[in-house]
């Protein structure tokens, strides 16, 4: 069932992004912070733009729409997006 959901949210974003300047303005700066933080941050391997720690490649996971904890923090299921808890 969450498999659904997350389709459903992701198509659902990807609308907004593409249709609704406010939403798409507010997405991008979002994206912008995150990818500032992994670059400044010592686990990104910048040769191959991946995080040491996951192995995700962050030039898309932090373009990803995630729900987001009580301090705001991206979640993928119960576990941090972010494994340092940065974003
Ligand atoms: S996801 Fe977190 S731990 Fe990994 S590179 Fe980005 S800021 Fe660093």
């Given at each position: 069932?969450?498999?659904?959901?997350?389709?459903?949210?992701g198509?659902?974003?990807?609308?907004l992004?593409?249709?609704?300047?406010?939403?798409?303005?507010?997405?991008?700066?979002l994206?912008?912070?995150?990818?500032?933080l992994?670059?400044?941050?010592?686990?990104?391997?910048?040769?191959?733009?991946?995080?040491?720690?996951?192995?995700c490649?962050?030039?898309?996971?932090?373009?990803?729409?995630?729900k987001?904890?009580?301090?705001?923090?991206?979640?993928?299921?119960?576990?941090?997006?972010c494994?340092?808890?940065?974003?």
């Amino acid at each position: 069932m969450y498999t659904l959901f997350y389709i459903l949210q992701g198509f659902t974003s990807t609308f907004l992004y593409y249709v609704n300047p406010f939403y798409h303005k507010k997405m991008k700066k979002l994206f912008k912070h995150r990818i500032s933080l992994c670059e400044s941050c010592i686990l990104f391997k910048k040769s191959t733009r991946q995080c040491s720690v996951c192995d995700c490649f962050m030039d898309i996971k932090t373009k990803c729409i995630f729900k987001l904890d009580k301090e705001g923090h991206a979640l993928m299921d119960s576990e941090p997006a972010c494994p340092l808890k940065k974003w």
